[in-house]
C-alpha cells in the first residue's frame, strides 16, 4: 500500500512490536517512533525494509501520535500501537478502499490477555485509526486519546484489529503507574481529589468490571483485568489528590 502510512508509537515494545510489524508487511512505509525505549525495540524495528525508525520525546499520547504523524510521507495515515496486529482479513478491506478525504474509518478492536480473547472485561471497539492527516488527527490528551472524527463521515472497516496490551501480570503494574502518572498531570489544579475518592472510585471500578460486565465469565484474565483497573483508579486519584496538595503548598510558599 503506497498511499497509506502505518504510524505507530513504541517504548520498550520488544516483546510485541515484531508481531505488530510482521502484520504490516504490505505496507510500503511503516514509521516508527520510538519515545526512550531501553530495550531492543529499535535494534527490532530496523531490522523490517519497510521501517522509518525516529526517535523523539513523549508529549502525552495524543500530541505525540500528531508529531510521529508529520514524519509519513503519505498524508492518509493508519495509527496503531505497538502491541496491535492487522488481520489478513483487515488488510484485504484497507487495500480494497477507493480513499476520500471527507471520511474516517473505525476499525473493531478485540482484545487479549496473552492468547485467550476478553470477551466481558473489554469488549470489542470501535475505533477510528484510519485518517487524512491533512484533515484531522488526534487530540491533545496525555491518555485516552482519540482521532477528532466529528463532521466526517465514519465507516466501520471489515476484519478486525487484535490488541494485546498485557503479557504477564508486570506489564499491568508498569502501564498503572504511567497511566495514573499522565492522569494526575493532565488533571493537577483543574479537578479535585481524595483520599476517600480514591478508595471508592477503586471498589467501583472493580465491581463494574468483575460483576457488572460480567468480567468472571472472563476466567482467570477477568480476575487479574477487574484488579488492575481497582488499582490504577485509587493510584491515579490518590497521584491527582497529592498533586493537588503540592501545587497548593507551593503556591503559599511563594506568597
Excluded at 502510512?5 to 513504541?10: K, L
Aim: glycine share 4%.
Amino acid at each position: 500500500m503506497k498511499n497509506i502510512s502505518c504510524v505507530i508509537i513504541a517504548k520498550n515494545a520488544a516483546g510485541s512490536l515484531p508481531k505488530t510489524l510482521d502484520s504490516l508487511a504490505d505496507f510500503s512505509e511503516v514509521v516508527v517512533y520510538d519515545n526512550g525505549s531501553a530495550d531492543a525495540t529499535q535494534a527490532l524495528a530496523s531490522q523490517y525494509p519497510n521501517v522509518k525508525l525516529v526517535c523523539g520525546e513523549f508529549l502525552g499520547f495524543g500530541e505525540t501520535k500528531n508529531h510521529a504523524a508529520s514524519f509519513a510521507s503519505n498524508d492518509w495515515i493508519l495509527s496503531l500501537d505497538a502491541d496491535e496486529v492487522v488481520t489478513p482479513e483487515l488488510l484485504a478491506a484497507i487495500s480494497s478502499l477507493e480513499l476520500q478525504p471527507e471520511r474516517v474509518y473505525r476499525l473493531v478492536r478485540v482484545n487479549y490477555y496473552r492468547n485467550h480473547e476478553i470477551r466481558y472485561c473489554w469488549k470489542q471497539e470501535h475505533i477510528t485509526r484510519l485518517y487524512n492527516r491533512s484533515r484531522t488527527g488526534f487530540n491533545d490528551y496525555k491518555v485516552h486519546e482519540f482521532v477528532l472524527d466529528d463532521g466526517f463521515d465514519v465507516v466501520v472497516m471489515d476484519g478486525i484489529l487484535k490488541h494485546y496490551p498485557y503479557t504477564n501480570l508486570s506489564d499491568f503494574l508498569q502501564k498503572a503507574d504511567r497511566y495514573s502518572t499522565l492522569f494526575a498531570q493532565e488533571r493537577r489544579g483543574k479537578k479535585s481529589s481524595s483520599p476517600a475518592k480514591a478508595v471508592l472510585s477503586a471498589w467501583f471500578s472493580f465491581l463494574k468490571k468483575y460483576l457488572f460486565k460480567l468480567g468472571f465469565l472472563d476466567g482467570y484474565p477477568g480476575l487479574v483485568i477487574s484488579v488492575s483497573h481497582m488499582m490504577t483508579n485509587f493510584y491515579k486519584y490518590l497521584k491527582l489528590y497529592e498533586a493537588n496538595k503540592d501545587r497548593s503548598e507551593s503556591r503559599k510558599s511563594e506568597v
